[in-house]
């Protein structure tokens, strides 16, 4: 009678060996072996049972039928193609739009070549520490939602049945900005007469007409008709005509005066 390769009271994949009198557990997705050392058996056993169970949870093996799809072979990064698709179909703005694909491109270079139905929690988990070990919050939280869509929208398709990014934590983004104070903006001018003359100009016209930096860099002369600024916002498409008679009485300055001191740094 042939002796037994294994324990049988043992749980699966937990091997002893006299020689070395050592426990070993094998991962039964890479078939990896892990030595235990020489501890006793009732640790040895928690130990494989803990594994055990922690395979079963995470790892989803490709079934036939997926085979015959083909969907064991459908990576991660044929899904962004497919999906940068369906973003073109959304009305987003430009700029959102350009965010959204330097972001895809960020997830195609780190999990591209993973198997799309094979992405587990702990990829998305360990994905999105590289930016909270760095303390950026909000780009986790930024690329958190980007990833939940995306796979919100392979389940949507039939490719997936679960969205790995459901059961990661929501990074916890404390805002660092406040309200800027009229001294403290003051003090920023005076000292931004040592930059180019175009700069503290430019830091003006930000203040009385209350535009983004993105909306700032763009205005041109040819955008004043009838004493009236038009403005297309970038990121939200809204048209606005602003006045040049406006005034900020807490500084003094008028759009118009401002836009005259630009004429005349730019004829220079």
């Not at 091997?15 to 070993?24: H, N």
């Not at 392979?154 to 406040?178: C, F, L, M, S, Y």
């Amino acid at each position: 009678m042939s002796r037994k390769k294994y324990d049988a009271n043992l749980p699966r994949y937990l091997t002893y060996r006299k020689a070395s009198k050592s426990f070993f557990w094998r991962n039964p997705v890479t078939d990896k072996e892990f030595p235990l050392g020489q501890i006793a058996r009732r640790d040895a056993i928690t130990q494989a049972i803990e594994a055990n169970n922690f395979i079963a949870q995470n790892h989803t093996p490709v079934a036939l039928i997926e085979k015959l799809k083909g969907t064991d072979s459908f990576t991660v990064s044929a899904w962004i193609d497919r999906y940068e698709v369906l973003l073109q179909r959304r009305s987003l703005s430009v700029n959102t739009y350009k965010i959204r694909s330097n972001q895809l491109a960020t997830v195609r270079e780190k999990m591209g070549e993973i198997i799309l139905a094979e992405v587990t929690t702990r990829h998305i988990a360990k994905f999105l520490e590289s930016w909270i070990t760095e303390g950026k919050k909000t780009m986790a939280g930024a690329m958190r939602s980007v990833l939940s869509d995306m796979f919100r929208e392979a389940i949507v398709e039939g490719h997936i049945v679960k969205n790995p990014v459901e059961a990661t934590r929501i990074p916890e983004i404390k805002v660092a900005r406040e309200r800027l104070q009229l001294e403290t903006y003051n003090a920023t001018r005076t000292a931004a007469e040592h930059l180019p003359v175009w700069f503290p100009l430019a830091m003006d016209l930000a203040l009385v007409t209350g535009q983004r930096r993105e909306d700032i860099v763009n205005m041109k002369f040819s955008d004043v008709v009838d004493n009236r600024l038009y403005v297309t916002q970038i990121k939200t498409g809204m048209k606005i005509a602003i006045p040049l008679s406006l005034t900020l009485r807490a500084t003094g300055l008028r759009l118009g005066t401002v836009i005259d001191r630009c004429r005349l740094v730019s004829r220079t």
